[in-house]
């Protein structure tokens, strides 16, 4: 067998891309990431919020965009795609093809002096058409990484050989019109396809008139609403009008078998009424109207936010599906037809604006690159996985994660993404560290003894700074302020060699603090603090000014001013630097092992995932059996019996050497943080260990109370399953009733696996006896993604759907249900019923209580545990090193809950896969003298960093037991919420201490360098 | 010569001979010669027949299309059922030999046989496709003065996706054919609605039916036309004698001709009004009459 290389390629940098990167970087494997485009951050980067928090999608996405850029082991391979692929599962060959960008990455600052000059203009992607760019540009204001790029198709000087402007601008000399496209061999162990999806076009369905320029997509309005769109986040009517009225039309390429995409897009519900409610809080006169089949609120917290939007909002939502956009021929007035439900009238009604729900579609490069890789694809131009093995392919070592698989929504494939990280790991895991460079530094030179002696570097950014700026006048005063030894100008701070000029200074000038005023810490002050390490100085001895956000940018129209303000931050961040101390990370021994709460399918598919990457894991389960909720339902989706993924995963984890399985057994006591947890069992075992999942899962509620429960022939799905594998179903006449016990008050929540689960046995009865009538009574058939084939098959082999509303519940009675038809016209029906069968929601089991009390970590008002960050951490707490998968985040499909015990043991195998545990320099850390252990540190930490341990205090007078806070410095981040809430002072935030703070507040107040002194 | 079998339907014989006869004058003008299809029988209708039962609707409409194969010529039609029907079960019988089979066991008890050798035509497709604009321009003598509004009609155009009749939303061919004639074709709102005539919605819910009839009316009377020009004998008779059916039941009086191609070409060669059976429309509108007698400067 060939040797195994401990890197890994991952096709496409959307948000599946990043953190499949992330995860495998942050375990010691080396990442290529390879990006068609020229910046990471795929569709997520053009979203404007997202559901159902409104969370700002660029800004929980920019970190870690940036997070990219800085990880040593990962390379990024921009503007490049897959030419082929060859070898074998752990060491495969990718050719991959670096489009010429004709500019050198390493040269271009993105200053953007080029942009002004170039005479090009070309529509702009990123805006969806909607507004311009020129033909060298930054494709977004965050992109990574931030280099310029010239588009070859629409440079002037490359297609006629004139202009040349951006050559002639550029100071830094970055410009390469000779550059070539040329191929690169990258060897890896494995391959990670996530290039994501591409958004269906509209055109060909004419009846929707996507030419009018009021109709849009919604991916155009998510820019319309945006910021950073073309009208800055105004919504605008082409005729430059705010619009009174806006429809959205659903299912606009999805669920429509005419043009071969039969299927759900997943998403498009959610962010329609995303779409909507935002819109209404731009303009609080906006009407809103989402036309739509089913509402399709599946996920966590999904059904909530649409009943805000609905009854709160006042968005509103329309059962029906417009064949098409009317116009009127003179007016041009948009205009949608439509069936008002429940009656027999037709309706139509005016809108300034029609907004097309447009589903996910997969990319043409998506579709090339899966033939590169020789991976199967479903009918519908997917990556085929199975329902046990989702991020699977059918080549060994290629694993395929997010969109490329189906369409799904950002969790589920942040989800996928580390799930996929996690199998590539597995197969590499003897290989992690091999194939990532430490850097070396200098030995640090001890400056705590010495009088500051500080540099200052002020940049123009080309121009950016020195055109609204008078730097010479701003390096002039800052020589005069106290204990600067040496001040200069500089074009760019940030180019390769400049770095090496600062470094030169800080030698030459004897220099133990510098300042660089240019830009963002955000994105530069890791590769100044990086140089200063360079030049053998404490990365925390650095400070940097941003005088271009703040200074230039801002004051553009009064340069003099922006000068003064310029010198006047400069001299708080001297001020502050003088101040600063040294700091040091620690390096912590911790322990190794893993832990797994709940044996379900969820549970042992995590503790798999980690024994196989060589962890001890322990694996403990409630019950007597492992096997979990699955136990009780006998089929899967894809016609298998449930015993056939079960059975051998139950015996793999048995036989697995690493894996330690405890049933009949709870976790009673755990104390410690990450690295160093030790449980006690009900056993009486004690066990330690340095990461724990929380696989808990869920039970099918039972529906006391709802639609007859209890009485002869009414039972739930589960007892269903089990009655059809052992053929004793004796019913002529089904009824199914969705939502028994859920979408109602005491659950507000959608349970999201009970439609797929119920069309599921709809075609189980119907093709077990096709004589059977079946009729399933529903609210909203949530069959999303591909699982709406089985609810295309069910109506096909003739099951009957009828609509009830939850103010119009169906009566069970004895042998009939009577229900009024929503879709008919309100028509009572009264069915004979043999079976009434009821889809209850799946439900938090009892004690999670106290597995949450345990760990310290959240559950949400319906006893699920809650993540700690909906869209992007969806396993992850904020406590550090305790996970969370499967059920006990929201009811979920089997694939998915696999998806997310891999997802859950990545993120898991991130930290045990570190040798040692590396504290930030940046913490706070306790004065024990001065701490009265009240605790209050305790409270407000996010992370659970502080505890109170008891010590005994000895003084001359008297000895006694007390309590002091004790902050875990593998766990602190920093971030100085409890050195505020001390009330005694006791707790001290490194990096930012009241005297430095102080410092800086001094300096803005005082011209004249003074400083108060402060306690 | 060309010749093709003329496939008359049902109203067209027995309410509107006009179009019939239109039909058959302008067509021998054109060099196309149309031959009797004995023994048809109604299409039959594809709203109602094909909705209930496949089997029998495809053996009642491939009955007639087997009469036009044993003569060796193609079938026209100048209706939209007609041709929604006949069109759909001559596509599926070629297609689908099971079906077909099971077709022909019925066929073979009145002793025919569906083989598939001939094309079903309407009209409109016929003389856009096969005698092209150019000709038909150069058959008008007397250009038709005339503002219209194109009523597409649903079965002609739909569905698109075996039509083939180019866009969905804006089909053009009709409007050209009309313009070949002189006549404006104009845009008005909703243009390729449905009459409200066809799928039963006449027999079964009147009412509806002349609801959609009347927006129909009025959008095109908004849009100043002089008459409105089908392709169909079921949308001509919707819109004409609905007219008088929306005048007792809504009060609403529109007074608008109702043309079928046929006719309006006919006037371009020089036919009167009566001879094209214009007048023996149910709406009387002697203004119109009187116009269109002027074609030609009243020859």
Redesign the interface.
Known sequence: MAELVGAVAIAGGGIAGIQSSLDLADSGLKVYLIESSPSIGGVMAQLDKTFPTLDCSMCTLSPKLAEVARHPNIELLPYSEIKSISGAAGNFDVTVTRKATYVDPDKCTACELCLAKCPSKVLDEYNEGTSKRKAIYLPFPQAVPRVMVIDAEHCIYLTKGKCGNCKKVCENDAIDYEMKDRDEVIKVGSVILSTGFKPYDPTPLEQYHYEHPDVVTSIEFERLLSASGPSEGHVQLADGTTPKKIAWLQCIGSRNPEIGRPNCSAVCCMYATKEAMVAMEHDNELETAIFNIDVRAFGKGFEQFYQRAKNEKEVRFIRSRPSGVDIDPVTNQLSLRYEVEGSTETACEEFDMIVLSIGLTPSDSSKKLAEIAGVEMDEYGNVATAIDAPMTTSVPGIFACGTIVAPKDIPDTVADASGAASKAHSILASERGTLVTERTYPPEKDVTAEEPRIGVVVCDCGINIASVVDVPAVVEYVKTLPHVVHAYEQTYACSTDSLDIIKEKIEEHDLNRVVVASCTPRTHEPLFQDTCRGAGLNPYLFELANIREHCAWVHQKEPEKATEKAKEVIRMSVARVALLDPLYTQKLDFNHAGLVIGGGVTGMTAALDIAEKGFTTYLIEREHELGGLLRTFTRLQDGRTTSEILDPMIAAVKSNPNITVHTGTTLDEVEGAMGSFKGKLSNGEEIEFGSAIIATGANEFVPEGYFGYGSENVITQSTLEVKLEEGTVDAKNVVMIQCAGGRNDERPYCSRVCCTTAVKNAIRLKEDDPERNIYVLYRDIRTYGVWEELYTRARELGVLFMRYTEDDEPIVGNGTVTITDKLLNDTKFEIATDLTVLSAPLVAPDGVEDTATLFKVPIDSNKFFLEAHIKLRPVDFATDGVFLAGCAQAPKLVDESISQASAAASRACTILAKDQLETSGVMAVVDEDVCIGCGRCTEVCAYSAPTLKEVEVVTEEITYVTRKSEINPAICKGCGSCAAECPTGAITSRHFTTKQISAVIDAFAYADGRIEEVA | MSELSFFLGCIAPNRYPGIEKATKIVMEDLGVHLRELKGASCCPAPGVFRSFDKLTWLALASRNVVLSEEMGVDLLTVCNGCFGSLVDANNVLKEDLELRKEVNKVLAEVGREFKGTIRVRHIMEYLYDDVGVEKVKESIKYPVDLKVAVHYGCHLIKPS?ERHLG????PTFFDELVEATGAESV?????NACCGAGGGVRTSALE?ALKLARAKLENAKA?GVDCIVDACPFCHLQMDVGQTEIAKKFGDVFNMPIVHYSQLLGLGMGYTPQELGIDMNYVKNDDFIAKIEKIGGGK
Do not use: F, G, L, P
């Not at chain 2, 845009?187 to 243009?191: E, I, P, Q």
């Open positions: 996706k866009s969905i939303e804006n845009m008005y709102k909703d243009k509806t849009a």
